[in-house]
T-cell receptor
Framework: GDSVTQTEGQVALSEEDFLTIHCNYSASGYPALFWYVQYPGEGPQFLFRASRDKEKGSSRGFEATYNKETTSFHLQKASVQESDSAVYYCALGAMQQGTGSKLSFGKGAKLTVSP | DPKIIQKPKYLVAVTGSEKILICEQYLGHNAMYWYRQSAKKPLEFMFSYSYQKLMDNQTASSRFQPQSSKKNHLDLQITALKPDDSATYFC???????????FGPGTRLTVL
């Protein structure tokens, strides 16, 4: 079945550091790829998505590029802020015929940014 | 104003009882979903509905039954509750052919 692998469980950075959170996927067909962010006590929030090879998604300074060859969608941000501290989830969307998209999530990466 | 409402925010139940988790969305979406998040597993897809019809069910147990009384409602009935059912349950919605899903704030269920 479809799956998403996130290797970093915890990421600790200082403000203005460069962020990379790795995401690799396994899927049949051509899935859409997403990043979601979750703050304590809240539901996941959609960050951005990409639907085709080499497409870049971006939002709030975060970005990721769909790479079909390496089956990756790594999240990056040039300069993190303390307010970016949250859990980041990579997800894969398998479109069902005529319906919405079932999302398969990775395990998440907890980002902690120190001032 | 919140676009997806989940009630209650917190729920405590005893083993063997039955509870209903409420979800209403005001985004005009026609597809709705339930996901579960626990300490043991990350966000896990449970059900998807489109135009009030069940499209996909990834829940092994029949104790979990979604109920859609209105287009913008998708409640989740859980019967014969077990401690392993303790988790936060998230409702989400999207356009039927859209990809982005928008999540509610969740209902945190604790089964004693």
């Amino acid at each position: 079945g479809d799956s998403v692998t996130q290797t970093e469980g915890q990421v600790a950075l200082s403000e203005e550091d460069f962020l990379t959170i790795h995401c690799n996927y396994s899927a049949s067909g051509y899935p859409a790829l997403f990043w979601y962010v979750q703050y304590p006590g809240e539901g996941p929030q959609f960050l951005f998505r990409a639907s085709r090879d080499k497409e870049k998604g971006s939002s709030r300074g975060f970005e990721a590029t769909y790479n079909k060859e390496t089956t990756s969608f790594h999240l990056q941000k040039a300069s993190v802020q303390e307010s970016d501290s949250a859990v980041y989830y990579c997800a894969l969307g398998a479109m069902q015929q005529g319906t919405g998209s079932k999302l398969s999530f990775g395990k998440g990466a907890k980002l902690t940014v120190s001032p | 104003d919140p676009k997806i409402i989940q009630k209650p925010k917190y729920l405590v139940a005893v083993t063997g009882s039955e509870k209903i988790l409420i979800c209403e969305q005001y985004l005009g979406h026609n597809a709705m979903y339930w996901y579960r998040q626990s300490a043991k597993k990350p966000l896990e897809f449970m059900f998807s509905y489109s135009y009030q019809k069940l499209m996909d069910n990834q829940t092994a147990s029949s104790r979990f039954q979604p109920q859609s009384s209105k287009k913008n409602h998708l409640d989740l009935q859980i019967t014969a509750l077990k401690p392993d059912d303790s988790a936060t349950y998230f409702c989400a919605s999207s356009q039927p052919r859209g990809y982005e899903q928008y999540f509610g704030p969740g209902t945190r269920l604790t089964v004693l």
